[in-house]
């Protein structure tokens, strides 16, 4: 069992739903986003940004038991969430300086932990891209950076939850073959660094282990897992942490992600929840651009709603309760 606060187990609670499950909205993104409202209409200024996130927010959070948003745009979002909804602030700049080997992490620079937590965050969300072969040089500065947040977390006295997304640097495409094949070892390797107590996490934010578009009975061309290879890496997944675990939906369908949820439970994966962005609102960023607020804002409250409500029943079936992990200290 892993030990923490009474503090940041209040908050923990606050974050999820009454059987301990996390059913969470992420809409943190920031220049994603910008260039899914372009794609769609014709610009993308920083008022339609925060204008879909607070419709995204208000329609939405009925149904969540959290929202993750950004301090740049997101913060009228949380004046207009629900109010039984809890709030996850992320702390990272987004995206990362390609012309620097690493993808190296950096941090809001007019934020703070302390800050967040002023402007209402029940938990504190960081995003780190880690490919754990890489050079050591790299990945120790990355360790660094992260036992620091935990430390500032830690202080502050606020749950630290760290999203990591893998990478390798010799397959620049991650949707391929070549990276599916190497994204167990990736992910397995990430989740037993990162559950080091060291770093003071207190949930992981995590891609399921596998692409899914290379299973058998889910790929639609090549294989590069039999069924039986998949369930086996969900489950040794939850084997390689203590920690309570939520995985993020990577940008895929809808549907995909809701069947892959299913998988996990039928593998004996404990995740703990989802943390929920693209997956659920996507579809409705053409109404919104295209057509304006008052449609976008319908396609929330129907097929937002819907996705929503489909993906909690499924959670509701499928996760583990972080609170068989945890206990107050």
């Given at each position: 069992?892993?030990?923490?606060?009474?503090?940041?187990?209040?908050?923990?609670?606050?974050?999820?739903?009454?059987?301990?499950?996390?059913?969470?909205?992420?809409?943190?993104?920031?220049?994603?986003?910008?260039?899914?409202?372009?794609?769609?209409?014709?610009?993308?200024?920083?008022?339609?940004?925060?204008?879909?996130?607070?419709?995204?927010?208000?329609?939405?959070?009925?149904?969540?038991?959290?929202?993750?948003?950004?301090?740049?745009?997101?913060?009228?979002?949380?004046?207009?969430?629900?109010?039984?909804?809890?709030?996850?602030?992320?702390?990272?700049?987004?995206?990362?300086?390609?012309?620097?080997?690493?993808?190296?992490?950096?941090?809001?620079?007019?934020?703070?932990?302390?800050?967040?937590?002023?402007?209402?965050?029940?938990?504190?969300?960081?995003?780190?891209?880690?490919?754990?072969?890489?050079?050591?040089?790299?990945?120790?500065?990355?360790?660094?950076?992260?036992?620091?947040?935990?430390?500032?977390?830690?202080?502050?006295?606020?749950?630290?939850?760290?999203?990591?997304?893998?990478?390798?640097t010799e397959i620049?495409?991650?949707?391929?073959?070549?990276?599916?094949?190497?994204?167990?070892?990736?992910?397995?390797?990430?989740?037993?660094?990162?559950?080091?107590?060291?770093?003071?996490?207190?949930?992981?934010?995590?891609?399921?282990?596998?692409?899914?578009?290379?299973?058998?009975?889910?790929?639609?061309?090549?294989?590069?897992?039999?069924?039986?290879?998949?369930?086996?890496y969900f489950k040794?997944?939850?084997?390689?942490?203590?920690?309570?675990?939520?995985?993020?939906?990577?940008?895929?369908?809808?549907?995909?992600?809701?069947?892959?949820?299913?998988?996990?439970?039928?593998?004996?994966?404990?995740?703990?929840?989802?943390?929920?962005?693209?997956?659920?609102?996507?579809?409705?960023?053409?109404?919104?651009?295209?057509?304006?607020?008052?449609?976008?804002?319908?396609?929330?409250?129907?097929?937002?709603?819907?996705?929503?409500?489909?993906?909690d029943e499924i959670?509701?079936?499928?996760?583990?309760?972080?609170?068989?992990?945890?206990?107050?200290?």
């Amino acid at each position: 069992m892993i030990k923490i606060s009474q503090a940041k187990m209040d908050a923990l609670n606050r974050l999820s739903n009454d059987q301990g499950l996390i059913e969470a909205l992420a809409i943190d993104q920031r220049g994603s986003l910008k260039k899914m409202i372009a794609d769609a209409s014709t610009t993308a200024t920083g008022e339609e940004i925060v204008e879909f996130k607070k419709v995204a927010s208000e329609e939405l959070t009925p149904y969540s038991t959290a929202i993750l948003l950004d301090p740049e745009y997101g913060l009228p979002a949380v004046e207009v969430k629900n109010n039984n909804c809890g709030l996850l602030l992320a702390y990272e700049k987004t995206g990362y300086d390609a012309t620097v080997p690493g993808r190296m992490p950096d941090l809001l620079e007019d934020w703070s932990v302390s800050r967040l937590k002023a402007a209402g965050a029940d938990a504190i969300k960081f995003l780190l891209y880690y490919d754990p072969d890489e050079p050591q040089a790299i990945n120790h500065l990355k360790h660094v950076f992260v036992e620091r947040l935990g430390s500032e977390c830690l202080g502050e006295d606020i749950p630290f939850f760290v999203e990591i997304v893998t990478y390798d640097t010799e397959i620049t495409d991650a949707k391929s073959a070549a990276f599916a094949r190497v994204k167990p070892h990736k992910v397995f390797e990430s989740m037993i660094e990162f559950s080091k107590p060291e770093y003071h996490i207190d949930v992981l934010k995590m891609e399921v282990p596998v692409n899914m578009q290379y299973v058998e009975g889910f790929a639609e061309s090549e294989v590069v897992y039999s069924r039986k290879e998949a369930l086996g890496y969900f489950k040794k997944q939850s084997e390689l942490t203590e920690l309570p675990f939520i995985f993020l939906s990577a940008g895929v369908s809808t549907e995909l992600f809701q069947k892959t949820l299913e998988f996990a439970k039928e593998a004996g994966s404990t995740f703990s929840g989802v943390l929920c962005g693209r997956a659920t609102w996507r579809e409705g960023v053409k109404p919104f651009a295209a057509e304006g607020e008052e449609a976008g804002r319908q396609w929330f409250a129907t097929q937002g709603k819907q996705n929503i409500e489909t993906l909690d029943e499924i959670v509701g079936r499928c996760a583990t309760s972080w609170r068989t992990k945890v206990e107050v200290k």
